[in-house]
Nanobody, 122 residues
Framework: QVQLVESGGGLVQAGGSLRLSCALSGRTFSINNMGWFRQAPGKEREFVAAISWGGSFVDYADSVKGRFTVSRDNAKNTVHLQMNSLKPEDTAVYYC???????????????WGQGTQVTVSS
């Protein structure tokens, strides 16, 4: 089994920054491509960012490109999402996910964290 634990969410004013972290543990062999998704109230879950095991592949949703940066520290089995210039529309529960594949589709990932709330006030 693989466990994912997100942290770093909170309340921030528009224009501010937050850094989310996702700690990966358990039988992680080959389950190490990572994605970030978010779900706002009343909306469907949407892709935010993804990063491959070695970090050579990264991808961002158009809505966050230039503001968010995904990175990973494989020595610590941790993935980060640095979020700058936050907007009220970024308010959502943010989830990290891990899988054998990497991509924009949630079905690419086998394991999910419990989520962390990000609230951006105007």
């Amino acid at each position: 089994q693989v466990q994912l634990v997100e942290s770093g969410g909170g309340l921030v004013q528009a224009g501010g920054s937050l850094r989310l972290s996702c700690a990966l543990s358990g039988r992680t062999f080959s389950i190490n491509n990572m994605g970030w998704f978010r779900q706002a109230p009343g909306k469907e879950r949407e892709f935010v960012a993804a990063i491959s095991w070695g970090g050579s592949f990264v991808d961002y949703a158009d809505s966050v490109k230039g503001r968010f940066t995904v990175s990973r520290d494989n020595a610590k089995n941790t993935v980060h999402l640095q979020m700058n210039s936050l907007k009220p529309e970024d308010t959502a529960v943010y989830y990290c996910a891990a899988g054998r594949l990497v991509g924009r589709v949630g079905g690419s990932y086998e394991f999910w964290g419990q989520g962390t709330q990000v609230t951006v006030s105007s």
